[in-house]
């Protein structure tokens, strides 16, 4: 069985930024990408960044310049800095991890953009 807990979400003001991390345990073999979606209110889940085993990197063209995802292959964690938030940014982001034996989802922490 596979646990991610992320951890990192709270509120931030405009123009703020915060810092998720996703930690992954478990019987956990073969990672081959890591990475966050979002759901904001009424809106689909939709990718934020992805970061697979090699070095590529994807991100929405609504968070480029401006949010970076990276990984810790050590600690099997991933890792999300935002910086420059927008209120539009505000939603349940989930930690999302592609393994040997399918794909996990975090239970999701909560980012929201307000002043």
């Known amino acids: 069985q596979v646990q991610l807990v992320e951890s990192g979400g709270g509120l931030v003001q405009p123009g703020g930024s915060l810092r998720l991390s996703c930690a992954a345990s478990?019987?956990?073999?073969?990672?081959?990408?890591m990475g966050w979606y979002r759901q904001g209110p009424g809106k689909q889940r939709e990718l934020v960044a992805r970061a697979i085993s090699g070095g590529t990197t994807t991100y929405a063209d609504s968070v480029k310049g401006r949010f970076t995802i990276s990984r810790d292959i050590a600690k099997n964690t991933v890792y999300l800095q935002m910086n420059s938030l927008k209120p539009e940014d505000t939603a349940v982001y989930y930690c999302?991890?592609?393994?040997?034996?399918?794909?996990?989802w975090g239970q999701g922490t909560q980012v929201t953009v307000s002043s």
């Open positions: 478990g019987s956990i073999r073969g990672i081959y990408a």
């Open positions: 999302n991890v592609d393994h040997l034996h399918g794909t996990s």
